[in-house]
């Protein structure tokens, strides 16, 4: 599929290796030089929304991701089109983990009578020794992860230079990060495939976030 307003260097696999990447050169500015310019809010909208259809068509078409969305990884091109770089960290994601994750970022699962105990559980956040309190606890904190993070997807459109949306992620970050009930715990919780997932949309809404942009997420 054609994605629009998106460049990508062409490949020369005879002149790369494992660990050497050869790709042409793409002309323009690196994405945070182009914000300083001070852009205005179309083209910023513009380039946002290429950053991402470019995510949502890895991610949920060819089930692969680029998974470091540094701003040091895109160029906007004298003609504003988004070129994109740096495919050294490239992650596969597998179908089942896909098809549980992504359950997360569905309006039916902020329903008060939605049960998440069999997903937190398949996912990892729960582990099967959990005392009633940890899973009530666990569940509750991740729940407040899942509404937060995964907010601009259960919205047609959002504006990723809401402040207050970003401190909020800020704060939660660092409030769980003190909770002695995570520091404590004997259980490793999480799913490794979801540790590249939400790095990429972690780097992501940050990136959107530097740009202001307003997005059309439900694309």
């Not at 997807?153 to 769980?176: M, V």
Request: aromatic fraction near 14%.
């Amino acid at each position: 599929d054609k994605l629009d307003n998106l460049i990508f260097p062409s490949y020369y696999p005879e002149l790369s290796s494992e660990r050497i990447l050869v790709m042409d050169w793409v002309e323009g500015q690196l994405l945070r030089e182009w914000i300083r310019t001070g852009p205005d809010m179309e083209s910023r909208n513009k380039i946002g929304q290429s950053l991402w259809d470019f995510y949502a068509h890895q991610i949920h078409t060819l089930k692969m991701v680029h998974a470091d969305p540094h701003p040091g990884n895109f160029i906007i091109t004298p003609d504003q089109n988004l070129g994109v770089i740096d495919f050294g960290c490239v992650k596969v994601i597998p179908e089942d983990f896909y098809d549980l994750y992504f359950q997360l970022m569905t309006s039916e699962v902020m329903q008060v009578d939605y049960d998440l105990h069999d997903l937190f559980l398949n996912l990892g956040f729960l582990a099967p020794s959990d005392s009633k309190e940890e899973r009530t606890f666990f569940i509750g904190i991740f729940t407040e992860m899942i509404e937060l993070l995964g907010r601009p997807f259960r919205s047609d459109q959002f504006d990723f230079a809401d402040e207050k949306y970003f401190k909020n992620i800020y704060t939660l970050g660092e409030r769980i990060s003190k909770m002695k009930e995570i520091r404590n715990s004997k259980v490793a919780r999480g799913n490794k495939h979801a540790i590249y997932i939400n790095r990429t949309y972690f780097g992501l809404y940050n990136l959107l976030h530097e740009l202001k942009a307003k997005v059309n997420t439900s694309k």
